[in-house]
C-alpha cells in the first residue's frame, strides 16, 4: 500500500508560481512512476506531468515550458513547480504513483489551484 499527501496548493494570479509536493509513504516499488493530475470542473482528469524514477518525464503539451517535475528519492516526494499560471490551470491537482505509468494504482486526496485575478 501506497499513502500520497500533497501540500502547496491556493489561490495566484494569473502569471505567478506554485509549487506543489507530494509525500509517499509505504512500498518504493509502488512509486517507480510519480505524478500529477488534474480536473476542472465539468471535465475529466487529465495527466499534467509524470517522472519514474530515474528522471525520466513526460508532459502533456499545455503545460511544457510552464511546469517542472521533479522528485527526490531518498524522500519518495515528487514536485511540481508551476510557473506562468494561467486561468485554464485551475483544477484540483492528484498526486499518483505505481509500477508503471499504465498502473497509477494510487492517487493523492488533490489540492485545489486556482488562478484568478
Known amino acids: 500500500q501506497v499513502q500520497l499527501v500533497e501540500s502547496g496548493g491556493g489561490l495566484v494570479q494569473p502569471g505567478g508560481s506554485l509549487r506543489l509536493s507530494c509525500a509517499a509513504s509505504g512500498s518504493i516499488f509502488s512509486t517507480n512512476v510519480m505524478g500529477w493530475y488534474r480536473q476542472a470542473p465539468g471535465k475529466e482528469r487529465e495527466l499534467v506531468a509524470t517522472i519514474s524514477r530515474g528522471s525520466t518525464t513526460n508532459y502533456a503539451n499545455s503545460v511544457k515550458g510552464r511546469f517542472t517535475i521533479s522528485r527526490d528519492n531518498a524522500k519518495n516526494t515528487v514536485y511540481l513547480q508551476m510557473n506562468s499560471l494561467k486561468p485554464e490551470d485551475t483544477a484540483v491537482y492528484f498526486c499518483?504513483?505505481?509500477?508503471?505509468?499504465?498502473?497509477?494504482?494510487?492517487w493523492g486526496q488533490g489540492t485545489q489551484v486556482t488562478v484568478s485575478s
Open positions: 499518483s504513483a505505481g509500477v508503471a505509468l499504465r498502473y497509477m494504482d494510487y
